[in-house]
Each structure stands twice: as structure tokens, then as C-alpha cells.
């Protein structure tokens, strides 16, 4: 399950430190200004808001965007965009499994965009509901290790709600249902442990196992796909080894 979300830590870290950053926060804003929308401006009654604005700290972004980006969502001020959630669904190299979602105020532009990403790297569009279905909801929350072994990990978040611990090498992957995700954070704070991470996400159920040349490809498509404006986030059900990974990150 965790092969997707190994791969995805690191990049994103290296992500923070690279050109891409100015792509990465324009997402996260938009993220924080649609939760904001849906939920409301108060981030303590709004756990998708706070788990938002929490994200785009840890990534760095500006204390001001971030404020800005909650009152523009809430209508504390002018100039929020009205975005649509809208997912494309197709296939990358070996038969992968792609989701991918789009926060857009233009849906023929976002279609386009993704659709160009897909054929110009080896990916193809599929029908409605023929990757969906491979996927699964759930609450995911990254926890950095520190001196937490997996056995005490599961002992603070088993009660909450949790289903299972994975271990990503530097982190800790926790999943739960998306209901109980805001119960499992709660128990690692008022524990006083502080996570990277926590949103409702895509997990594959069934996963396809990929060699070196097959991931370098996956990872090709999946980040020309995040290249796009509108695209917020990439689920593909794949695993590699952490001898694949480190050839291909």
C-alpha cells in the first residue's frame, strides 16, 4: 500500500527545495481557499481547513499567503475563484492505475491539460469508474519517526481509529477511515507529537509491482500530470522496492 506514498514523501521534500516550489504553493493555497469555502473561515471548527493551513506551513509557504488564501475561501475578502472538483481517470505504463484530481475554474481547460499530459508521456485517458474502483477513501496522516517505534505508534492512534501503520523509511503512513482522521491526530497531539500531514486521500487496493525502466516512466506521467495548474493531486496504484526507488528519485 505504501509504495505510492514512499515515493511521494520524498519527492515532495525534494519538491519544497527545488523550482517547482511556486507550483507547490499555488496548490496548497488553492486547497486551503476551497476548504475555507466549504467548511468555513475558523480552522478550529473546520478540521479540513486546519489539516490545509497545517500542510502548507510544513511545506514552508508564507504566513500571509496562507491568511489571505483562509479569508479569500471564507469571504473575509474579495477575490476567490469559484473552483470545481473534477477527477480524470486513465492508465500509465504496465497497466498502472491513474486518478487525478483537478481543482479547477475552467473544466474544458483542465480536461485538455491533462489529457496532453497523458498522451505525451506514455499514459492513456480511461473511462469513468474503470480505475476508480481500484481505490479506496481513507485518512492519511505522515508522522516523522523520531524515536517512535511502529508498536508505540499504534498504541497512541489504535483507539482513535486507526487501521494500520506503514512505515515509509522516514516516516510513518497512518490510515484510518477519512471520519476517524481528525480523531487520530488529535490523539498524536495531545501526546505531543507533531505530524507532517494529514489529509483524506486515495490508497489502491490492489497494487502493481514496477521495475526501474516501468517507474521511471510512472514517474515521468505522474509528474507532467502535477505539472499542470489545475491538477492537485496524482494516485496511481503501483509498489516498487527501495532499491527501484533509490534508482529512480
Request: glycine share 10%; proline share 2%.
Amino acid at each position: 500500500m505504501s509504495g505510492h506514498s514512499k515515493w511521494a514523501t520524498t519527492k515532495h521534500k525534494k519538491a519544497a527545495l527545488d523550482a517547482k516550489r511556486g507550483k507547490l504553493f499555488a496548490k496548497l493555497i488553492k486547497n486551503i481557499e476551497v476548504a475555507a469555502r466549504t467548511g468555513g473561515g475558523d480552522a478550529e471548527a473546520n478540521p479540513t481547513l486546519y489539516d490545509a493551513m497545517q500542510k502548507a506551513r510544513k511545506s514552508s509557504v508564507p504566513a500571509d499567503n496562507i491568511e489571505r488564501a483562509r479569508k479569500r475561501g471564507a469571504g473575509e475578502e474579495a477575490g476567490g475563484a469559484e473552483w470545481q472538483n473534477v477527477t480524470y481517470e486513465g492508465y500509465g505504463p504496465n497497466g498502472v492505475g491513474v486518478l487525478v484530481e483537478c481543482l479547477t475554474d475552467n473544466r474544458n481547460r483542465a480536461a485538455s491539460e491533462v489529457r496532453t499530459a497523458m498522451t505525451r508521456n506514455g499514459g492513456t485517458m480511461a473511462d469513468a469508474g474503470s480505475v476508480a474502483y481500484l481505490f479506496h477513501r481513507k485518512g492519511v496522516l505522515i508522522l516523522p519517526k523520531g524515536e517512535l517505534s511502529e508498536d508505540d505508534v499504534l498504541m497512541l492512534v489504535l483507539d482513535a481509529g486507526a487501521e494500520e501503520v506503514n512505515d515509509l523509511g522516514e516516516n510513518y503512513e497512518i490510515v484510518s477511515e477519512p471520519g476517524d482522521l481528525v480523531n487520530v491526530r488529535k490523539a498524536l497531539q495531545g501526546a505531543g507529537y507533531d505530524y507532517e500531514s494529514a489529509e483524506v486521500s486515495f490508497l489502491a487496493s490492489v497494487n502493481v509491482p514496477l521495475e526501474a525502466e516501468d517507474a521511471r516512466k510512472l514517474f515521468k506521467l505522474i509528474e507532467a500530470l502535477e505539472d499542470c495548474d489545475d491538477v492537485q493531486n496524482v494516485w496511481a496504484n503501483f509498489d516498487v522496492s527501495d532499491e527501484v526507488l533509490s534508482q529512480t528519485v
